[in-house]
């Protein structure tokens, strides 16, 4: 079987968590691969979260209305393009194996943190880890990628 890959554009609204993780499901579904839906469904939602959370998202206050519009670090009325760089998420299908990436504009390294049971928040790496392969991030040039590997049955 060939390969797939896919990108999806994560508005910058708590809302799109839902969105991206339907995405993702919907994609597993029509590769075949609807045994990962549920660990990938999950490792999604944790990852655009951070994303959002971390590098200038929604959930920082920002509305975020020009983020995705095409050549905002070139737009002369923004020319330090303080605009944050649109979070991607991409899913790549090369049985057996399925990568889930999200891509966004921090190059603040992801920090796993000890798990403290009674915060709300904190977890979302423990469970990438425990739900994949394989995670882990890689630098860019305007940002970083956080990537998961998943095994297909």
């Given at each position: 079987m060939q390969g797939h890959t896919v990108s999806f554009t994560v508005a910058p609204d708590p809302e799109s968590v839902t969105e991206?993780?339907?995405?993702?499901?919907?994609?597993?579904?029509?590769w075949g691969v609807t045994e990962l839906t549920d660990d990938v469904g999950l490792v999604v939602s944790e990852l655009v979260t951070n994303a959002?959370?971390?590098?200038?998202?929604?959930?920082?206050g920002r509305t975020g209305h020009d983020v995705h519009r095409k050549g905002v670090y070139e737009d002369p009325a923004d020319p330090l393009g303080s605009a944050p760089s649109a979070i991607r998420l991409r899913l790549g299908h090369q049985p057996p194996w399925l990568l889930c990436g999200i891509i966004d504009a921090s190059r603040a390294a992801p920090r796993r943190k000890e798990p403290d049971y009674i915060a709300e928040t904190g977890r979302g790496l423990h469970l990438v880890e425990s739900f994949s392969v394989r995670w882990g991030w890689r630098s860019l040039p305007h940002g970083k990628v956080v990537w998961a590997l998943f095994r297909t049955a």
């Open positions: 991206a993780r339907h995405f993702a499901v919907s994609r597993l579904t029509e959002l959370r971390h590098s200038g998202g929604a959930f920082r």
